[in-house]
């Protein structure tokens, strides 16, 4: 080949690599160190005192006893981004987390300071809720990752774990080490700072635990969400909303927010004409005199469910009492509530049914007369604020309650456990109680005072 010819083919083979790579370099360029290894420029800690140092391109919190969270916050407010980050943690009490869109407010606690907002979590505890949202010093948990338990084994104890976060539009989602693991739909806050904690601890002997962060980057232009790939559950916030990502896994609303569709009276052939009232995307029974389904009645879904995931936001009144029942037959044709399985909805403070039936079982969220709820105080809303329940039934009977997020009991239906149940409880003098092979939801009048929103199921094959 003479000399020329071969000028010309480097000429074109290096044409050829240099308008492959841009890009591989804007891939690269896009994304944008918050830490330079070296030094905290572009950070500020706040709230707490426990101190910070680098050593070889790492960012190490120290935990300090008797003093509030800490947290290195950037000094750049961001909108939509992704964040990425590695956190290692190696102490039981090191708990952490990263906090998205964050929030400070300087004048709070005394012009000591307060940090809220949106929290990916770093729990090195037995529960391992590690990437998670929490929303801090506000909401509580918006995700514990009893709803999405596959995710639980995401975080390592004692090595790097790699957190990607993307806040897009009014969506968050965080994966560990390439696992999914939250999906949230909330609009509150649409901007805020990075943030990166060392919780708070009052036991002298821990302090000095180290927190350690390192290859914190953001990308903010160019943005694409990535979708999750398995089937996880969302946390949507949204009035009576779903996501396409929803739609895709099976999700439908029951109620749209509008009207009474898919509803109708129990042992009725049409929605109560009175009593039920729908109103700025809210499903309210209104209060009569507190009886059982004498009043207004209660309504049941038109169709009937086998296995099925069931969520809803419930609203009481003070002193109120209602629930919302499955694998409801209406072939009992008994008076008052119709006869099905009842996940309770309850103001345990002030109703005495609370104080009835046995060890408790009767209080909210339990499976009515029969299991307990095993819920902690912190996890339940006060009276007039809106709680979330869940019930999930599999297609093998097994079923779970679940409560603003945390799983708070779990039974197998048609099992001599349950039998044994069944046959010690007001429901003894009904054969096969709660063992049909599908039925309706309901929801009940119980003469009290409570309202409804987002309720949504998933049929489980």
Known sequence: MKKSSISIFTCILSFLILSCSPAEKTEVSEWRALFDGKTLTGWKAVMGEAPFEIKDGVIIGYAKANTPNTFLITDEVFGDYIFEVDLKIEDLTSNSGVMVRGQFDPAARDGKGLVFGYQIEADPTERAWSGGLYDEA????????????????????????TYRIEAIGNEIKSWINGQEVAYVVDDVDAKGFIGLQV?????????????YFRNARVKTENLEPTPFEGDVFVTNTKLNDLTEYEKSKGWKLLFDGQSSEGWIGAYKETFPEKGWNIKEG????????GS??????DIVTKEKYKAFDLTFDFKLTEGANSGVKYFVTLSEK???SAIGLEYQVLDDEKHPDAKMGFEGNRTLASLYDLIKANKQPRFVKPIGQWNTGRVVVYPDNKVEHYLNGVKVLEFQRGSQEYRDLVAKSKYSVWE??????????????HGDAVSY????IKTLK
């Open 138 to 161: 506000r909401r509580g948990w918006l995700y514990p990752l009893d709803l999405n338990p596959k995710a639980k084994s995401a975080f390592k104890m004692g090595e790097w774990n």
């Open 282 to 289: 809210i499903l309210s029974m209104q209060a009569s005199d």
């Open 432 to 445: 096969n109680f709660g063992e049909a092979e599908e039925g309706h939801i309901l929801l009940q009048d």
């Open 292 to 297: 059982e389904s004498t009043s207004y009645g």
């Open 334 to 336: 008994n008076q008052g």
């Open 199 to 211: 919780h708070s601890i009052q036991n002298p002997e821990d302090e000095g635990k180290m927190t």
């Open 453 to 456: 929103k987002n309720i949504k």
